[in-house]
């Protein structure tokens, strides 16, 4: 037996990565090659579907009979699952295997996506959308477990990451400027029967290209934690999305409720030692602020510029997808600054960019011109949230036990997806306290700036203690046969 662990992402400082040559030559062998390209593709596709079916929405609800005030149950549908279950399915790919459930989360999604482009109904469609939700939920934490314990060496792995990063900002930002001419051109079935072909090759493929990981003897999944967080998530995503707040009440009391579970089982779903890691505790909160700020100023800025600017949604669609696809480049070089410089130097000025580059549109009117501040701010913008994406995601799953892989990434998905979900309604209710539109979008400027500065100096502290890059201790660990 032997105690499997990943190699932290930093020295006693949390400042730097290990004392290795940064610019010295990173050789990753063909299988390598071949499992970073199936499992970085799979978050590709999944990220250009997610952003494609945003695109259709009025056109599936038209053709399933759904009225226009229903639209938001066919985002739902798909959010609840995939927030409710990541931190649960992330723990499951840790005790049964990471490979298994991504090939089930493939399969899932090719029957989801069949049954949603089929559809004639609102009941069919919603229930494609919920397998939907359920094949991120146990893809993304398996895939991204998979993904980091891949590679070895941190550099390699730091510059991955970068690349993952990189794919899913360009995987949302294709799937915007494409999916309206997708749905244009053909229909908006092909939003759903596009993924079909590429989860074919991927489910083939995966078996002969990606290990197994190893499985932990003697753990057995907590029950009562699994069900109590599960139940709270559900709760609390669905009350923020649909502004339900005894829902919202619910879920705090479930997952108060899961907290007092954790504190007393055996083998807890999570380890509240590993919750207070200074690294899975400030990463994810850092992811937290970057994709809330980002989803709640992507709102705001498309009303303005459709209600106030009168722009074409295709025109709109240019103006953030044309800064997205700049800020691809942000993933890649974002992995080599960590590998530099370590993830806390990099996450903070991430944060800082995207926070300070919402400035500048304080200075937006009712005039066209404002596009020349909006458009170079959002190259900026982006840039900084890419960084920051690709920084939280390393840091939050740093310097721990390769059998807790699945449930760090599963931490780091569960905070994206809580993110997305509630960066509209807060931003939405910010902008909408003013008088008019464009007194909200100030407001929401001044919010988003200070939030996000304030943010940098209490994440820039938590990670300042040594502790924060020492190796899990052994009794988080959890022993896995050698391989």
């Not at 078996?207 to 907590?222: H, K, N």
Request: charged residues 10%; aromatic residues 8%; proline residues 5%.
């Amino acid at each position: 037996m032997c105690n499997s662990r990943v190699a932290p992402y930093g020295n006693d400082e949390g400042n730097h990565l290990m004392a290795i040559d940064p610019d010295s030559p990173v050789r990753l062998s063909g299988r390598q090659r071949l499992t970073l390209v199936v499992l970085l593709g799979a978050g590709f596709m999944l990220s250009v579907d997610f952003s494609i079916l945003n695109v259709a929405l009025p056109q599936m609800g038209e053709g399933v009979g759904l009225d226009i005030g229903d639209l938001p149950w066919i985002a739902s549908a798909y959010a609840l699952p995939a927030a409710g279950f990541t931190l649960l399915f992330g723990r499951v790919a840790d005790l049964y295997g990471r490979r298994r459930l991504f090939l089930i989360a493939m399969v899932l999604l090719i029957v989801a996506s069949l049954l949603g482009g089929f559809a004639t109904g609102p009941a069919t469609l919603l229930t494609a959308r919920v397998l939907q939700g359920f094949a991120n939920a146990i893809a993304i934490p398996a895939a991204m477990a998979l993904l980091i314990t891949a590679v070895a060496d941190d550099r390699a792995r730091a510059r991955v990451l970068g690349l993952n990063g990189a794919l899913l900002s360009g995987g949302f930002t294709v799937g915007a400027l494409v999916g309206g001419s997708l749905v244009s051109a053909l229909d908006w079935r092909w939003a759903f029967w596009i993924n079909v072909p590429v989860a074919v090759a991927i489910v083939a493929l995966t078996p002969f290209v990606v290990r197994e990981s190893a499985r932990p003897t003697g753990v057995r999944l907590d029950v009562p934690g699994a069900v109590s967080v599960t139940t709270g998530l559900l709760a609390l995503v669905y009350g923020v999305s649909l502004r339900d707040w005894r829902a919202f009440a619910a879920g705090v009391v479930l997952l108060g409720v899961f907290w007092v579970v954790e504190t007393r089982a055996k083998a807890p779903l999570v380890s509240l030692r590993l919750l207070n890691r200074p690294t899975v505790k400030w990463g994810n909160f850092g992811g937290v602020v970057a994709f809330v700020m980002s989803t709640g100023l992507n709102f705001v800025l498309t009303v303005y510029l459709q209600d106030v600017l009168g722009l074409a949604p295709f025109t709109t669609g240019l103006v953030f997808g044309l800064p997205g696809l700049a800020a691809v480049f942000a993933g890649i070089l974002a992995g080599r600054l960590i590998g530099r410089y370590g993830y806390r130097p990099i996450l903070a000025a991430g944060l800082l960019v995207q926070g300070l580059m919402a400035a500048p549109m304080l200075l937006v009117d009712d005039s066209t011109t404002s596009l020349y501040v909006i458009v170079p701010s959002l190259f900026l913008l982006y840039f900084g949230h890419v960084t920051a994406i690709v920084a939280y995601t390393v840091t939050a799953t740093s310097g721990l036990a390769e059998s807790q892989a699945g449930l760090a990434t599963g931490l780091t998905s569960l905070a994206q997806q809580i993110a997305v979900t509630i960066g509209i309604p807060i931003f939405g209710a910010v902008a909408a306290s003013q008088a008019d539109l464009i007194a909200g979008v100030h407001l929401t400027m001044r919010v988003q700036v200070i939030a996000i500065v304030l943010a940098v100096a209490v994440i820039w502290f938590g990670l300042r203690s040594p502790s924060t890059v020492d190796a899990a201790p052994a009794s988080d660990a959890v022993e896995a046969p050698s391989r």
